[in-house]
């Protein structure tokens, strides 16, 4: 992405938080291949990456990248929602260095050390063993000391310029962000104990701070693009805002039950765990009619009102708001619902879910930032879809709804053979994984999960195209 047309050192560094989420997003769906292929052919890399290693950094890869994207993101709006440079931009270029230098040190742990003694110092410097936050105990005191400085130059901008609703939802709901964190740093030895407060980091963090945030890039990126009424998209910024926070924190219960408490949780975390995503597709729903509305209208400079002036980012926008509704809504609600959950939970039902989930309610938005970065970037006043970045589009939704398919066949045969007809033993969960329904479902996952690499692929190409394209007309 090329810098020479940005006029500010807030967007400067939300490029760089960009490219390098995208060299971390390539990596994640490399290594999901890797996985995928080892399920299918488990000689695969025998003795060079484990499966656990390359399950280990495509899940935690998926998280970092979006972290990086999400930094990038506030970064990249907060001198357009509050008219000035953000403060202290010299300390937040450094811990962005600190950040990806810790990354790389991890990455590389991961692959050539793999495997750690039966102690404290496996959890200091190799990793905790904690699905999603498996970053050794150093590295998550690193990552809660930069999420703290980037925390302090989102509230010294916020306090200092024009305060709009988007920022003072940031402002607040990165508190929550680097807060929630500390949930999951200190150990426990038992085991109950322990996973309650990792589901705290997991699941506040996906279904609240997460779906938060998201709401408020939303909300710029449909001002940005559409010119959206702020106090519309602002209106149910602070619905969603109300609702997630709250629904959050009880939708968290529907995975009380393994943990031994009381099943009047299951009814409250099913509920409302579906309530999450609806506000998110009422804001877009309401703004999308209300741009509709206009189309063929002229504002006093006699300009066409209903101009999308950044097509790609758009499309990934309104793909965000349905995918996070099928993804976090439906694939959710279906099998978290208590009675359901109780045959399901720990199959490929879980990882259908994952799947759609974090890309429809997360992935989809944030490649959408990449797209106004690349046009803030470039100085490009209108920027159309390319055939690469429809390929590229198509080609990862199609991907990964694909892999969903695969997987819920998966879990259902695992759910009919495994558990209803034999018992959920170790002989069961044998039998069913070698069903030929279970084989089929992961060989298409497989598939599905190459259609989706190669559509990144696309999606970099266009990234870097688009950008090389209008250094060169100028």
């Given at each position: 992405m090329a810098n020479?047309?940005?006029?500010?050192?807030?967007?400067?560094?939300?490029?760089?938080?960009?490219?390098?989420?995208?060299?971390?997003?390539?990596?994640?769906?490399?290594?999901?291949?890797?996985?995928?292929?080892?399920?299918?052919?488990?000689?695969?890399?025998?003795?060079?990456?484990?499966?656990?290693?390359?399950?280990?950094?495509?899940?935690?890869?998926?998280?970092?990248?979006?972290?990086?994207?999400?930094?990038?993101?506030?970064?990249?709006?907060?001198?357009?929602?509050?008219?000035?440079?953000?403060?202290?931009?010299?300390?937040?270029?450094?811990?962005?260095?600190?950040?990806?230098?810790?990354?790389?040190?991890?990455?590389?742990?991961?692959?050539?050390?793999?495997?750690?003694?039966?102690?404290?110092?496996?959890?200091?410097?190799?990793?905790?063993?904690?699905?999603?936050?498996?970053?050794?105990?150093?590295?998550?005191?690193?990552?809660?000391?930069?999420?703290?400085?980037?925390?302090?130059?989102?509230?010294?901008t916020g306090m200092k310029g024009k305060q709009t609703g988007i920022v003072t939802v940031l402002m607040a709901d990165m508190i929550a962000f680097a807060g929630l964190y500390l949930a999951g740093m200190f150990f426990t030895d038992n085991i109950s104990v322990d996973q309650y407060w990792w589901w705290w980091v997991i699941h506040l963090w996906v279904e609240a701070t997460w779906e938060v945030f998201v709401g408020a890039i939303a909300a710029y990126g449909l001002i940005t693009m559409i010119g959206a009424h702020r106090k519309t998209v602002e209106m149910w910024l602070w619905i969603e805002v109300s609702m997630l926070f709250g629904s959050g924190i009880l939708g968290l219960g529907h995975h009380y039950f393994w943990i031994g408490t009381p099943e009047y949780w299951w009814e409250i975390g099913a509920l409302f765990s579906a309530l999450e995503p609806l506000p998110l597709v009422a804001m877009f729903i309401h703004v999308l009619y209300d741009w509709g509305k206009t189309q063929g209208s002229q504002d006093a400079k006699g300009e066409q009102l209903s101009v999308i002036n950044n097509k790609p980012a758009f499309t990934w926008f309104v793909l965000n708001a349905f995918g996070n509704f099928l993804g976090a809504g439906i694939w959710g609600f279906f099998h978290t619902l208590p009675q359901v959950n109780l045959y399901t939970h720990g199959t490929q039902f879980t990882s259908a879910h994952g799947h759609l989930a974090f890309f429809g309610a997360y992935a989809t938005i944030l490649i959408g930032m990449f797209y106004l970065g690349v046009q803030g970037s470039n100085g490009i006043k209108v920027m159309k879809n390319t055939k690469l970045s429809i390929w590229a589009t198509s080609m990862i939704t199609g991907g990964v709804v694909g892999m969903t398919v695969a997987l819920t066949i998966a879990g259902y045969v695992q759910v009919l053979v495994s558990r209803a007809q034999m018992g959920a033993t170790w002989a069961a969960y044998f039998d069913g994984q070698s069903g030929l329904w279970f084989v089929q479902a992961m060989d298409w996952r497989l598939i599905m999960g190459v259609v989706t690499f190669l559509g990144f692929v696309l999606l970099a190409t266009d990234l870097l195209r688009t950008g090389k394209s209008a250094v060169h007309e100028r």
């Open positions: 020479n047309h940005l006029t500010s050192e807030s967007k400067q560094l939300a490029t760089w938080y960009f490219t390098f989420a995208a060299i971390i997003f390539g990596a994640q769906l490399l290594f999901g291949l890797v996985a995928a292929i080892q399920y299918v052919m488990p000689a695969f890399l025998f003795e060079l990456v484990d499966f656990s290693i390359a399950r280990i950094i495509h899940i935690n890869a998926l998280v970092v990248w979006m972290v990086f994207a999400m930094f990038g993101s506030v970064y990249w709006l907060l001198p357009d929602e509050t008219g000035i440079e953000t403060v202290g931009i010299k300390i937040g270029k450094l811990l962005f260095w600190v950040f990806a230098a810790a990354i790389v040190v991890v990455v590389l742990v991961y692959l050539l050390v793999q495997v750690g003694p039966a102690d404290e110092t496996t959890i200091w410097f190799i990793t905790e063993g904690r699905e999603y936050i498996e970053a050794p105990r150093w590295a998550d005191f690193g990552i809660v000391v930069v999420a703290l400085g980037f925390v302090g130059n989102l509230f010294l």
